[in-house]
């Protein structure tokens, strides 16, 4: 009969919450609560630090992009800077600018 009174009792103090002040874990509250700020912490710093992961792996892809870009201006830059590629675009688009005939005349 007493064991039944005891596990009556048990299974009241669980249903209402009471088990845990029967046990004496509210002195040890402030721990558990610490345990879990730590544990939401570290969760937090995982989340942060997988966010920055993706933006750099989508910059670098970027930046990859950028540089055959790049490559690509520099080249057509490059061609360009000839005098015959200048006179036959000029030529092209009817203009009067020429080469000049003889070299400049140094002022004193």
Same mark, same amino acid.
């Given at each position: 009969?007493?064991?039944? /009174?005891?596990? %009556?009792? #048990? &299974?009241?103090? @669980?249903?209402?919450?009471?088990?845990?002040?029967?046990?004496?874990?509210?002195? =040890?509250?402030?721990? /558990?609560?610490? %345990?879990? #700020? &730590?544990?939401? @912490?570290?969760?937090?710093?995982?989340?942060?630090?997988?966010?920055?992961?993706? =933006?750099?792996?989508?910059?670098?892809?970027?930046?990859?992009?950028?540089? @055959?870009?790049?490559?690509?201006?520099?080249?057509?830059?490059?061609?360009?800077?000839?005098?015959?590629?200048?006179?036959?675009?000029?030529?092209?688009?009817?203009?009067?600018?020429?080469?000049?005939?003889?070299?400049?005349?140094?002022?004193?």
């Amino acid at each position: 009969m007493k064991e039944n /009174i005891s596990a %009556i009792k #048990i &299974l009241k103090s @669980i249903i209402s919450g009471d088990i845990l002040l029967v046990m004496g874990v509210h002195r =040890l509250f402030p721990y /558990i609560l610490y %345990i879990f #700020i &730590l544990g939401w @912490i570290s969760i937090w710093m995982s989340y942060k630090a997988e966010q920055t992961m993706t =933006l750099v792996e989508a910059n670098k892809k970027e930046l990859e992009t950028l540089k @055959i870009h790049h490559a690509q201006k520099t080249c057509e830059y490059v061609g360009l800077d000839r005098i015959s590629t200048i006179e036959a675009m000029l030529i092209e688009k009817d203009s009067k600018v020429k080469a000049p005939e003889k070299p400049a005349v140094i002022l004193r």
